[in-house]
């Protein structure tokens, strides 16, 4: 394709509110455009890789054993209200009504538009497995849309869902599927790991996430390089440390910490480790109880295990009202002796510790020398804590390393919460009523674009993995001489006849704008054609990402393309 016939509108400087890398070489590369918070146009470019990336995603399902169909993206609220989540999903659901004043949502994932077809579709064991995909907009209303196409508001997801007899048949839907997307984001060129993770507010017993190792992911992950364990931040497990403190009890001292509110200034001013203190934070839940969650001064309390623990979702730190409404100290000063009325519970680390700091409920006060079971009681000791480079690994004896990850694919054994909300069943083979046992797969199509550019761009622009690059060559002539057009349209009339992607910069333009607005898009083969190559009868072939350059006659570059192109398994769009 010509460049004059396309609309790439390329930008010198990224605009003010970019703020990561992808969103800012995406903007100024003319791929996508703002048009409302979390809400972008995807341009010709942008378009060609997401296409891509959806037809790699296309035909790994359909490998898989998946079939696609496509649902709408209104769902009426009476089938979300069947299983609870048209209230429990809160505000990220967008909502809105008919002429009739019948309530629908735009879908922000299909779980219940999917169960809804199945009851009413499958009748017999003979029919299962059964998995359906579909690629599509999804709408979710996101707090905080940001980082161009990362987090948008309306997004593009591929999300499939199995059904099957029993567990062990919904284990082997999930393990394919678990396949199947090591395979798609390994086609796609990225560097990935899979990681156990939380089932969250989707329900189920078992999930993993595939993330974009890339520094700037919202994700932590903890891994262990000896054993094959990687896990969320928010999931793993931390076991109890191994040694206890045996010290002999000393009697609970007060002390004067004027100022004093975080743990380092307390720490400062007693002169001790924060792995002596014990923060007292008070969380509440949706249903407004305030629970108080004892962490070691050191550690950070993970709110994941806390929601688990409360069999809630959406715990928070309680607003500073709520807790002088409990006629609290200021935050900084709470401790857990004389607390009473609320819930304590504490982390396995908390158990382990003798005569600590904590907050004197109190302003400018703290307490030396407390002690659980003397001085307060705890309800229960329990995992509460982040998991954190250097912790011992829960599945060898390492220890963990953190990374930070983009979360691209997100994979969940479901169980039969939907089916049995939706009396979604089938007839076993013995005749007997059961209800279907699930799982749901989702990808970002959009956020693997933005993760791709992530992990591959340099300070010049991006540089596409070149199964999903918008196109394979960029075709630059660099003076419009006869002998250069000329050679030019050789070249690109042989480069397509065979197949390949070519963009032809055509424009009456510099080299020098030329050569940048090819090392912003990025397409990962450069070539330039010049008179003075031409004269040696050679055009130069240039890497993206290595800068390397090869000089070919122009009649050697179709073969040399094709030998690099063969490395790869492309998706055909
Ligand atoms: P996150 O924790 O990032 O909000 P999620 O757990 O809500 O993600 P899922 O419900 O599992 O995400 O959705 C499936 C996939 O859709 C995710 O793995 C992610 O790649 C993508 N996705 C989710 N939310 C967004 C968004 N706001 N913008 C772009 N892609 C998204
Ligand atoms: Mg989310």
Not at 269 to 278: D, E, F, I, T, Y
Not at 377 to 389: C, G, K, N, T, Y
Not at 397 to 402: A, C, G, I, K
Request: hydrophobic content about 40%; aromatic content about 8%; overall charge negative.
């Amino acid at each position: 394709m010509r460049t004059s016939q396309l609309l790439i509108p390329t930008l010198r400087h990224p605009p003010g509110e970019a703020d990561i890398i992808s969103h800012r070489l995406m903007t100024r590369a003319g791929m996508i455009r703002k048009v409302a918070a979390g809400i972008y146009t995807y341009l010709p470019l942008g378009l060609r890789v997401l296409k891509k990336i959806e037809c790699i995603i296309r035909q790994e399902m359909n490998r898989a054993g998946a079939q696609e169909l496509l649902m709408p993206i209104l769902a009426p609220a009476d089938l979300w209200r069947e299983t609870g989540r048209w209230d429990f999903y809160g505000k990220e659901l967008l909502r809105c009504q008919d002429r009739h004043a019948r309530d629908f949502c735009f879908g922000p994932t299909h779980e219940e538009v999917i169960t809804d077809l199945f009851r009413r579709e499958i009748r017999s064991y003979r029919q299962l497995p059964l998995n359906c995909y579909q690629i599509q907009t999804k709408f979710r209303d996101e707090i905080r849309p940001r980082f161009g196409l990362m987090r948008g508001r309306e997004f593009i997801m591929k999300d499939a869902y199995s059904f099957d007899a029993d567990e062990a048949g919904a284990r082997r839907s999930y393990q394919k599927m678990y396949t199947a997307y090591e395979r798609i984001f390994t086609r796609c060129g990225l560097t990935f790991r899979a990681v156990e993770a939380d089932n969250g507010l989707i329900g189920g017993s078992m999930s993993h996430e595939f993330m974009v190792l890339s520094e700037t992911g919202e994700e932590t992950i903890v891994y262990d390089e000896r054993s094959a364990y990687a896990a969320n931040v928010e999931q793993a497990a931390v076991p109890p440390p191994s040694d206890e403190d045996h010290a002999a009890l000393l009697p609970l001292e007060t002390v004067h910490t004027p100022g004093a509110h975080t743990v380092q200034e307390v720490c400062a001013s007693l002169r001790v480790a924060p792995a002596r203190l014990v923060k007292t934070l008070l969380y509440q839940t949706p249903a407004q109880e305030i629970i108080a969650v004892l962490i070691r001064g050191d550690h950070e309390a993970n709110t994941t295990k806390l929601n688990r623990f409360c069999g809630t979702e959406g715990i928070t730190l309680a607003q500073k009202d709520v807790v002088s409404n409990l006629s609290l100290a200021p935050v900084g000063f709470i401790g857990p002796i004389g607390l009473t009325g609320i819930r304590i519970v504490a982390d396995h680390a908390v158990k382990a510790m003798r005569n600590f700091v904590v907050g004197g409920n109190k302003t400018d006060t703290h307490l030396i020398h407390a002690n659980w079971g003397r001085d307060f009681a705890v309800e229960a000791f329990l995992d509460l804590r982040q998991a954190r480079a250097g912790d011992p690994s829960p599945k060898s004896d390492s220890r963990l390393q953190e990374a930070k990850g983009i979360e691209v694919g997100h994979v969940f054994l479901l169980g039969t919460k939907y089916s049995e909300a939706m009396q979604a069943t089938f007839l076993d083979a013995s005749g007997h009523e059961r209800a279907a046992v699930m799982g749901c797969y989702g990808i970002g199509v959009s956020r693997t674009a933005a993760a791709a550019v992530e992990q591959n761009h340099d300070d010049k622009g991006m540089r596409w993995p070149v199964p999903i690059a918008p196109f394979h060559i960029h075709l630059l002539p660099v003076t419009a001489s006869e002998n250069v057009l000329t050679t030019a349209g050789m070249v690109y009339d042989a480069l397509t006849g065979a197949g390949m992607e070519v963009l032809w910069d055509d424009r009456d333009e510099r080299a020098g704008v030329k050569f940048n607005d090819a090392d912003l898009i990025g397409a990962p083969f450069h070539l330039l054609i010049g008179d003075k190559g031409l004269a040696q009868g050679i055009v130069e072939f240039k890497r993206r990402d290595t800068g390397d350059v090869v000089n070919l006659p122009p009649n050697e570059v179709l073969p040399h393309v094709q030998s690099l192109l063969a490395a790869y398994d492309l998706p055909n769009v």
